[in-house]
């Protein structure tokens, strides 16, 4: 990972296109008006953007036109990390600046719905902000103050973008789960934060069939005793229950919104962590801390505007809805997909994609690679001409996929693999427009985002796998855990290891070119003879493999003081891990890697879990093996098919015997 790389980029960005990139005439503007660095591209920006905090921050909310209605006494009232003090004194609304695009162009597209049954359904912008208004006055006559929980167990719908909007424009704290997740599932959230409005559907369609979810809204009624409204949304066409209200009887008013004025860290919503051990983390985060920090994202690195159309696959149960929402402060058309991501045929998404003209398509690292497998031609086969960049995320893109995408999409594709966490609802490090793309490497670290590589004793290192920190605050970490009243859960889950620095449980290497590559969880790292793997690396290996349909590695420190990694690998349809397979997946990662990569027994397994989210479950699988009962090592209602993790249970206690 050092100056030895001679691999050309995979993509460059031409005089053009660098030129007109909103992060360009960022720079320009920020010299002029903040001493930010004329000269020196992306690099010499992000070394001030780290260097000059209160400055870059400061330019940031000038050059996006943000609202105080009262001004901030200064950037940085406090930096210490937790309790960072942003913006003291201001007083704003996420809504109202989300909103803004409606004065201007009040009948142009805001959002574009598509589900599996019908062609893309616009909502423009003046129709969004009445339904909005509408909703608003009506939550206020409800009883709604600042600060009350509002929650949703909503689709991607537009319903869900109003429900979101008027929350915050009341001043309310929004929090949704997908209608895929149980019933436990949404108590283990929604009880935490005690909502007292619920917003419900019916039911969803999904792979082709329709999904009745009435009787789990029965349930979450009864034990949600704080709940005083019931919204019914009959996304299926049934009538209201009894005691329910008729989404269409809230949204039927023409009603101006009125955005109340909070403080800069006022909640705006709470997203939850996987839950994978005990109780989800309930995580809150700021009206201005997510306003400014996805102006950044969404405006300088994702390079969005108003001529933009921005489609993300996701569901409302993970950060990246939330993010996807947020497309609308810069102005772009935000294209909710309702859906199957592999229906009616892997394709699926590169099909919304063309439907939609989509200039920014992201997805996850996963749907990529299962595209490859099952030779999906986008290119070939859909017209996505409008896509200037794809970018991926929920697990590193592996090499193979930036050459997938290359091939099968477009030769001048911007691919833009992209980290970070429902955490800070950002990312770490990922799309830079003005930057080239290399194979297998994130472009850079964010602005405002002083990302390091750190070894066991707390020393940056460059060129060599070391611990992700964050040494100064961004203005979307949390603001606090819900249910954390000392604080104590908050500063055990990202500040125990280096007190004062973010550390966020992902090993990286940060090359000499400023690049990052993720390697995986670094709380499941395999660690053989003190050397670090990441299990990323393994998989992206395995994966390659026909044979294979998923993998899931795990490192286990014996009592005797051995070592034990075993690969568990799912295969496709018909395959057999014959001596023959087993022989070549252990050629494979030795080539591809190194002879301390090769595991030590590969086993079939019937599938590998996954949180509700898509994500393996590294951590309660190593747990089980070293036989933590499974009630202890898993909430169950976070996993998305529990039966597979008894497969490894067994297994331990045949270990054991």
Known sequence: MTSAHTEPPLWQPDEDHIASAAVTRFQTWAAEHHGAPAQGGYPALHRWSVEELEAFWQAVVEWFDIRFSTPYERVL???SMPGADWFPGATLNYAEHALRAAAER???????????????????????RRQVGSLAAELRALGVRPGDRISGYLPNVPQSVVALLATAAVGGVWTSCAPDFGARSVLDRFQQVEPVVLFTVDGYRYGGKEHDRRDTVAELRAELPTVRAVVHIPLLGTPAPEGTLAWDDLVAGDVEPVYEQLPFSHPLWVLYSSGTT???????????????EHLKQLGLHCDLGPEDVFFWYTSTGWMMWNFLVSGLLTGSTVVLYDGSPGYPDTAAQWRVAERTRATLYGTSAAYVMACAKADVHPGRDFDLSAVRCVATTGSPLPPDGFRWLHDEVR?????????GGTDVCSCFAGAVPTLPVHIGELQAAGLGTDLQAWDASGKAVTGEVGELVVTNPMPSMPIHFWNDPDGSRYRDSYFEMYPGVWRHGDWITITDRGSVVIHGRSDSTLNRQGVRMGSADIYEAVERLPEIRESLVIGLEEPDGGYWMPLFVHLVDGATLDEELTARIQRTIRTELSPRHVPDEIIEVPGVPHTLTGKRIEVPVKRLLQGTPLAKAVNAGSVDDLGLLRFYESLAAARRA
């Open 77 to 79: 009232g406090d930096r």
């Open 106 to 128: 009040p009948h142009d597209t805001a959002l574009l719905h598509v589900d599996e049954t019908q062609d893309p359904v616009p909502v423009t912008w003046a129709e969004l």
């Open 278 to 292: 005990g109780l989800p983390k309930a995580i809150v985060q700021s009206q201005g801390g997510i306003l400014v």
């Open 411 to 419: 030769e001048n594709l911007w691919i833009a693999s992209v980290s």
